[in-house]
């Protein structure tokens, strides 16, 4: 049986995904991206960084930057999940922390806890996928087929 090979690059295997999961991929990639608008406030007539959002967004490339590393070094594997572990907890807890003094009232308040959905289900899953990956269930490529 001839074996394949795992796709270049690791946007190359996402896009090798059933529809329902590059959909969901893309959801987490909105809401992430989704804190740059928001992330300069206006505050006693004078323009404020959110940290949150700078929270978000940093750890979004940070991930971003940790997941094509560890794509390359492991290849197509559940471990990559640790890269969202890594990079987005830190930024999940902070946020988490805040989210009563931000409310549920205005838009950026609503997004928040679009953020706090969708990131906090991603890091379920990552942590699944991690501990499946130390247990022996690694490969990931062509899992579906």
């Known amino acids: 049986m001839e074996e394949l090979s795992i796709p270049a690059t690791l946007n190359e295997a996402i896009f ?10 893309m959801l987490l990639v909105i ?3 989704a804190a740059i608008p928001f992330a300069l406030t206006k505050v006693e007539g004078a323009w404020k960084l959110r940290k949150e959002c700078l929270a978000i967004v ?3 490339v940070v991930a971003a930057i940790l997941m094509d590393w560890m794509y390359n070094t492991f290849g197509y594997v559940r471990l990559l999940g640790m890269a969202h572990l890594i990079a987005w907890t830190p930024a999940f807890v902070y946020v988490l922390m805040r989210r009563k003094e931000l409310g ?3 838009a950026f308040g609503k997004y928040v806890h679009f953020y706090l959905v969708t990131a906090g289900l991603s890091l379920a899953v990552d942590l699944l996928d ?4 130390l ?11």
Do not use: C, K
């Open 16 to 25: 090798s995904e059933p529809l329902w999961l590059q959909a969901w991929v």
């Open 31 to 33: 809401a992430n991206i």
């Open 58 to 60: 940093v750890s979004f």
């Open 104 to 106: 549920m009232s205005t």
């Open 135 to 145: 247990l022996g269930d690694g490969e990931l490529y062509l899992r579906w087929a």
């Open 130 to 133: 991690v501990v499946r990956y």
